[in-house]
């Protein structure tokens, strides 16, 4: 079976950066790229025929007709159609499968014979629209998986664009798509209005499908993604020293909506690093200087739960030490890539593209592709050491504090899963005693404060009980903090769902 033609058309001069783009996404995608083959203008040979020619040739042998339409309807024939209408006919005509992405614009910005012919196409074929590439992007990876399953080329499609087997609308979290709506309009001018509904909005974002929804919505939206994703966390740690050991510091497991577990996780990094407050001595709003750049933590964190391996049981692991931050997340680069290109701008590959494009949409990756880069010149302008990336059997990006040293990089830890290792936690296997199952039994409808559990316990509240009926059962995950700072006063613990 020979690969899936696809002739990516457009007003021969508009577009012409997102078609290249385009083609050389789905020419190294690890899926896309196994399936398709990409022919657009600029990388077809010159022959005698004329261009239109040349094109309508294509359409004929092409399996799939994709046409991007703008402002522009382009140069008319002797009968006052553009080549783009003539191919989009033969296509039509000859039962081509037709993908059509029109970009969103005013009425009175686009000519009016591109206004007749989107409204041609409508008539006969579901289009797609977007508004910068980054959109245009994910919808293309969509409609081209979705294309792939229909034709039984796949038996599984990839986690984020995959529908799920039983959830529904009732599952999204109305408050949390409108609170997306709301940033992506004031950060990417997202078209969309809460008035829109949360069906139309989810279908913009290729989230949604006869009613089921992908995984990604759920992750994103869903008002307990846990409940069908349980590994899909965050767990935060500090550290004491600079090696993975007890006592630990502090220590907290986030849990919600992607949107919210990056939020929560960049808290606790940034709450539990030195900061610097200005002067308000001619503004009411005083400037803070962190440690590490905020930008850069932030990326990093993004791309630990946006690029992950979501069908992998571990989760994503922020741990702050004396002389460095290091996030983990369960993935692998993807095919092209290495971790020497991270340094510079490089082709952004996204694992999950479906995935990706909310977080763009709300601000939280500015540019894709510049990232990794753009860590490594802020930490450097700060004075910091410049950013370590490793590639094992997990992913992770190191950000080096200011006290940092240079022979520190040969100490870098190589734990298989540092939060779960036997060094500090109970394995997978963990065997409950009496009293810690009295301690989760007690904390499974309330939280509890260290000193309520040990007058219900009957022993005294002293370091070593700590250790056997707390600590242990935290990073076994099966007990949670309330609190991100384990000697907050305040402090309370609550049974998680991992408790057998």
Known sequence: MGPIRIFISSVQHEFSSERKSLAEYIRQDALLGRFFEVFIFEEMPAKSQSAAQVYLGEVEQTDIYLALIGANYGYEDSEGFSPTEREFDLATQLNKDRLI???????????????????????????????????????VYASLVRYLEENKYLRLLPFDATLHPTATLEDIDIDKVDIFVERARMKRAFPLSKDAGVERVLKSLNLIEKGKITNAGLLLFGKSPQKFFPTSEVKCVQFYSNTISKPLASYQVFHGSLFEMIDNAVSFVMSHIDARVG???????????????LKSVTESIV????????????????????????????????????????????????????????LYLAGYIERLGTGTSDMVDECIAMGLKAPNFIQDSNFRAILWRKNALTSDENALTSDENALTSNKNAPSANFKFNKKQKMVLEYCSRYARSGNEIFKHLGIVNQSRSREKYITQLILAGFLRPTKSKLNDPDQKYITTAGKE
């Not at 989107?118 to 008539?123: D, F, G, L, R």
């Not at 803070?288 to 750049?293: G, Q």
């Not at 971790?339 to 082709?347: F, G, I, R, Y």
């Open 279 to 293: 002067e308000r001595d001619k503004r009411a709003e005083v400037d803070i200087d962190f440690e590490l750049p």
């Open 101 to 139: 992405f029109i970009k969103l614009l005013d009425d009175d910005k686009r000519h009016t014979k591109e206004k007749n012919f989107i409204k041609k196409a409508e008539q006969c074929v579901v289009r797609k629209s977007f508004s910068d590439y980054e959109e245009l992007r994910s919808a």
């Open 303 to 358: 791309n630990s739960i946006c690029h992950r391996d979501y069908t992998s049981n571990g989760s994503v692991q922020v741990m702050l030490f004396p002389n460095r931050l290091e996030i983990w997340n369960p993935g692998r680069l993807p095919l092209g890539i290495t971790v020497a290109q991270l340094s510079l701008p490089h082709t952004s590959i996204p694992a999950n593209p479906v995935l990706a494009n909310p």
